[in-house]
């Protein structure tokens, strides 16, 4: 979603986007071709060590994915003859597939970064880490983060990279507050994974439940259900007792709906790159309840920092999860809606997005060629 927002960002305001992706089925191909992109397909992958199985399961995979990173390479750089691309943006920080490319041929490379990587998705960068944070400063590369925590975790240059909030909504969406009467229901969006820590919620909403039984938690995302995890999250269930107040939706295109009928949206994922749920939700007229970790703790600041009063509630533990969804059943939570939504409205949209990240392209290049031009003289060059 973040990259279809900006390829309809950079396209409103004159830009011709590629993108380059390995997925030919799924809803990507089609909501970049909506923003106005063009979409190319090559074996583009992250360049991390693969995960789960055997050692020597592990070790062909990763050889499987060097060949295919070469060839992804070889594809970067001849779409950047054919097309005369004058930058290349790379849209999630744990993949090192365009930057040589770019230095080979003389034009800069934007490297958005876009999670922690180890702590929150536990992706191990290849060869290792130093050496992400080693290219991530070289010459001709510059960084955007999603947020000032992604910022400092990775060192990144004052006066040289910059922080540009994600896009999560167009200026037209935020007209209307799209008020509706709340239900008796505790929101959880996100796929059911690991990552995304939905089983943080269980025996939490278990003891809520005690207090207020005619509550249910329903959980919005993609899921398979063979998998390990949804299996775990399954049986956690019924040891909670909770098969009659747990709902499983999978994939919805209705959960702004949901956000605005949720008595509160849960955001329990220990670093959260930026957190598209949370600022959605806060559109939404709905109360968010996150872990106030990274992404979802920089909103929470954010806010608090501007209005002079929290925008969420927070929480660090079990105990505490349990204190914020009483509070979200037993207090006039309004107010704090209120001023979430003018928050998220003045910070994130589509067009704040765009302009930032436009700016920052045009300081790129100007920096790049004027240092390009700089060394040359230095050399001796014409």
């Known amino acids: 979603m973040a990259l279809a927002n900006i390829v309809k960002g950079m396209t409103s305001i004159g830009h011709k986007v590629w993108v380059l992706t390995e997925y030919k089925d799924g809803p990507l191909p089609e909501m970049i071709e909506v923003a106005g992109g063009t979409v190319l397909y090559g074996p583009v992958s992250l360049t991390i060590y693969p995960?789960?199985?055997?050692?020597?399961?592990?070790?062909?995979?990763?050889?499987?994915?060097?060949?295919?990173?070469?060839?992804?390479?070889?594809?970067?750089?001849?779409?950047?003859?054919?097309?005369?691309?004058?930058?290349?943006?790379s849209n999630v920080g744990p993949m090192n597939l365009a930057?040589?490319?770019?230095?080979?041929?003389?034009?800069?490379?934007?490297?958005h970064l876009r999670e922690y990587q180890e702590l929150d998705f536990g992706m191990v960068f290849f060869?290792?880490?130093?050496?992400?944070?080693?290219?991530?400063?070289?010459?001709?590369?510059?960084?955007?983060?999603?947020t000032e925590g992604v910022f400092?975790?990775?060192?990144?240059?004052?006066g040289v990279d910059k922080v540009v909030y994600d896009g999560v909504f167009p200026e037209s969406a935020c007209k209307e507050p799209f008020l509706r009467d709340k239900k008796e229901f505790i929101l959880f969006v996100g796929r059911i994974e690991e990552a995304k820590c939905p089983h943080f919620i269980l025996k939490p909403f278990?003891?809520?439940?005690?207090?207020?039984?005619?509550?249910?938690?329903?959980?919005?995302?993609?899921?398979?259900?063979?998998?390990?995890?949804?299996q775990q999250m399954k049986t956690m269930v019924a040891e909670c007792h909770l098969n009659?107040?747990?709902?499983?939706?999978?994939?919805r295109d209705d959960v702004y709906d949901l956000m605005r009928e949720a008595k509160a949206l849960i955001v329990p994922s220990r670093f959260e790159g930026f957190g598209f749920i949370t600022a959605e939700a806060m559109l939404n007229n709905c109360l968010v309840i996150g872990r106030n970790t990274a992404g979802t703790k920089e909103q929470f600041d954010i806010g608090l920092r501007k209005t002079g009063m929290e925008i969420g509630l927070r929480f660090t533990n079990?105990?505490?999860?349990?204190?914020?969804?009483?509070?979200?059943?037993?207090?006039?939570?309004e107010p704090m809606r209120?001023?979430?939504?003018?928050?998220?409205?003045?910070?994130?949209?589509?067009?704040?997005?765009?302009?930032?990240?436009?700016?920052?392209?045009?300081?790129c290049v100007k920096a790049y060629y004027n240092n390009s031009s700089m060394i040359k003289q230095l050399l001796g060059e014409n």
Not at 134 to 139: A, G, V
Not at 209 to 223: D, E, I, Q, T, W
Not at 351 to 357: D, F, Q, R
């Open 338 to 363: 209120r001023s979430a939504r003018e928050v998220v409205i003045r910070n994130y949209t589509l067009e704040k997005n765009a302009s930032g990240i436009d700016e920052f392209y045009r300081k």
């Open 127 to 146: 060869p290792y880490k130093r050496k992400f944070r080693k290219l991530i400063h070289q010459r001709g590369n510059f960084n955007i983060a999603i």
């Open 51 to 89: 995960s789960g199985g055997r050692f020597v399961g592990r070790v062909k995979r990763l050889l499987i994915k060097m060949r295919q990173w070469r060839n992804a390479q070889r594809i970067i750089g001849e779409t950047i003859d054919q097309y005369g691309i004058d930058i290349v943006h």
């Open 152 to 158: 400092n975790h990775y060192d990144l240059r004052p």
């Open 206 to 230: 278990a003891e809520f439940r005690k207090k207020y039984p005619n509550y249910v938690l329903k959980l919005a995302g993609g899921y398979i259900e063979t998998s390990a995890y949804y």
């Open 318 to 333: 079990d105990a505490e999860l349990i204190k914020c969804m009483c509070a979200a059943v037993e207090q006039d939570t």
């Open 244 to 251: 009659d107040s747990v709902e499983f939706l999978g994939n």
């Open 99 to 111: 930057l040589k490319e770019c230095q080979k041929r003389g034009i800069p490379h934007v490297w």
